[in-house]
């Protein structure tokens, strides 16, 4: 099993890059929410050039976020300072358009998108629409500007099997937030595999799952402060998420359902507020208030995150490998260079 880094895009990140690419992790990734992080090409460009051997993972951006050759110009620029280690990770721009009040992008126009910057990235001609008009495009320039000559790696950020069919299509890998369930990642393969032979895509892609992990300290409460503290962003993000889009909250058990209410009455806003973006998104992804670890209720954390002894959780990283996941990507929140460290002790 392969291990990775997350972090929220920002000046700075190329320090924790250099750290991760030293201690051996595979990849390192930012998140790609305008009104919440920093951009990500901007970070993954220090990255760059402060490493030499990880990969670079956009965790991701979208079509509600940017134009096809908008977005292939900036990862191929992305992979000319680093070639061949661009992980190019879209999404239906579900964080990305909350936070700005707005709903995510379709099914089909990620399908399209992802097709689109997949081919230009790869220095070939796509079809792009604006309205009516529908005209053959290419980089006209090459060389110096961008590279397409080097390979990019696509990922397509998956909570159901719609995405994982559009992976599967395109010859896409898939991508995936706080979601350890087996049997899922077994339904995603399996849906991603057909649909690729259906296409005649490559039957393989590599599998990624984000999440956080915590090795228990002797006698330490898997739920205890620091634990919570560890995980909590992946547990506000859920919370948020069904804050946001109250259809979400009948997959809910009641004690999380409770936690939604709570933290509804905690923000001052409702369910339909329309400037409800305003207050939901406050330190998304960034370590949780000290406030808010009531709102991690139990079953977050046994869903959300890799909490555990290190036994527990060694056998738990091996059953999301059995079940296809190639890489774990963590988020270091509390102590990042120790929790860093931990994780590279624990998947040597």
């Not at 500007?145 to 990019?152: I, L």
Request: proline share 5%; aromatic share 6%.
């Amino acid at each position: 099993m392969r291990s990775g880094i997350v972090v929220t895009a920002r000046p700075g990140v190329e320090d924790l890059a250099a750290r991760a690419e030293q201690l051996g992790f595979t990849s390192f990734w930012v998140y790609d929410t305008p009104m919440v992080n920093g951009d990500p090409f901007v970070s993954l460009a220090l990255c760059a050039k402060a490493t030499s051997v990880i990969r670079l993972g956009i965790g991701v951006t979208s079509p509600a976020l940017r134009s096809a050759p908008a977005a292939a110009a900036a990862v191929s620029s992305l992979n000319a300072i680093a070639p061949g280690r661009v992980i190019c990770g879209v999404g239906t721009g579900n964080t990305a358009r909350r936070t700005l009040g707005m709903l995510p992008t379709t099914m089909a126009r990620l399908e399209d998108f992802t097709r689109a910057v997949r081919e230009l990235t790869a220095g070939r001609e796509t079809e792009y629409t604006e309205g009516s008009r529908t005209r053959d495009i290419r980089f006209l320039h090459v060389g110096p500007y961008v590279n397409t000559e080097d390979p990019v790696e696509f990922v397509v950020a998956a909570f159901g099997l719609k995405a994982a069919a559009i992976a599967g299509r395109i010859g896409a890998g898939v991508i995936s937030f706080g979601l350890l369930a087996p049997d899922l990642w077994t339904a995603f393969h399996d849906t991603r595999r057909a649909a690729a032979v259906g296409a005649g895509q490559p039957e393989a892609a590599d599998s990624y799952v984000m999440t956080s992990l915590r090795v228990l300290d002797d006698g330490e409460d898997r739920y205890s402060d620091l634990a919570k503290d560890s995980m909590g962003h992946v547990a506000m993000a859920l919370l948020t998420f069904a804050a946001d889009n109250p259809a979400f909250g009948d997959s809910l058990e009641p004690a999380e359902a409770d936690a939604v209410r709570r933290l509804l009455r905690r923000r001052g806003t409702t369910a339909t507020a329309p400037d409800r973006h305003r207050s939901l998104y406050r330190n998304y992804l960034g370590r949780i208030d000290a406030a808010d670890r009531d709102l991690v209720v139990p079953s977050l954390v046994d869903k959300l995150a890799l909490v555990g002894t290190r036994d527990e959780l060694v056998q738990r990283i091996a059953t999301l490998e059995a079940a296809g996941i190639d890489e774990i990507v963590i988020q270091p929140v509390v102590d990042p260079d120790r929790e860093m460290g931990v994780l590279a002790e624990l998947m040597a």
